[in-house]
């Protein structure tokens, strides 16, 4: 089975805090994901990442970085956060092979930026 | 701009009933779909994919559809179960300067009455 482990189910910070949120997988695949999910909006984009070291913007990707220093984990910055960074924040990950384009999702991290 | 979408937010069926959620989508270069499962506080799990030169799959209790002429994309779920009440969303895989995304409907909710 694939395993996406993201490190906190719920988290409360603060405006300004810088905030990271981790996302680990166990399977060795090369490509994650971050997503968050808003009602009425559905899933979108922050950023992926399609190895070690190399990250791409997604939808949006503004007041977010990411780090994937390691290919088992990925890592969603907020640098500043903001109470509109309020949201669910999802990683994914996908296999290699036949199965390639499948993502794979984390639990989800709960963020309420007070 | 073209995008992933679904015909109605909400569905309610009883238990023993069969279920047809609905999807949209109007990039016709798609070649590849998703059905995803999301229940209360989880994270999205894949049911069944399809490609786009199938009109039909079939797996244990579920069935996609796609209808490449009308853009249309349908998940009928066989005898309906408690279990199976969530948010269910559809994604079209859509490729952009050499790389895959997945782009994601907002959702249909499944209520299954007992």
């Known amino acids: 089975d694939v395993k996406v482990t993201q490190s906190s189910r719920y988290l409360v910070k603060r405006t300004g805090e810088k905030v990271f949120l981790e996302c680990v997988q166990d399977?060795?695949?090369?490509?994650m994901f971050w997503y968050r999910q808003d009602p009425g909006l559905g899933l979108r984009l922050i950023y992926f990442?399609?190895?070690?070291?190399?990250?791409e913007k997604g939808d949006i990707p503004e007041g977010y970085s990411v780090s994937r220093e390691k290919k088992e984990r990925f890592s969603l910055i907020l640098e500043s956060a903001s109470t509109n960074q309020t949201s669910m924040y999802l990683c994914a990950i996908t296999q290699r092979g036949l199965a390639k384009n499948i993502q794979y999702f984390g639990a989800g991290t709960r963020l309420s930026v007070l | 701009g073209e995008n992933v979408g679904l015909h109605l937010p909400t569905l309610s069926v009883q238990e023993g009933d069969n279920s047809i959620i609905n999807c949209a989508y109007s990039n016709s270069a798609s070649d590849y779909f998703i059905w995803y499962k999301q229940e209360s506080g989880k994270g999205p799990q894949f049911i069944i994919d399809i490609r786009s030169n199938m009109d039909k799959r079939q797996g244990q209790r579920v069935t996609v559809l796609l209808n490449k002429t009308v853009k249309h994309l349908s998940l009928q779920i066989a005898a309906t179960q408690p279990g199976d009440s969530a948010v269910y969303f559809c994604a079209e895989r859509e490729t952009q300067g050499g790389s895959e995304k997945l782009v994601f409907g907002k959702g249909t909710k499944l209520t299954v009455n007992p």
């Open positions: 399977m060795d695949h090369e490509n």
């Open positions: 990442s399609y190895d070690v070291k190399m990250k």
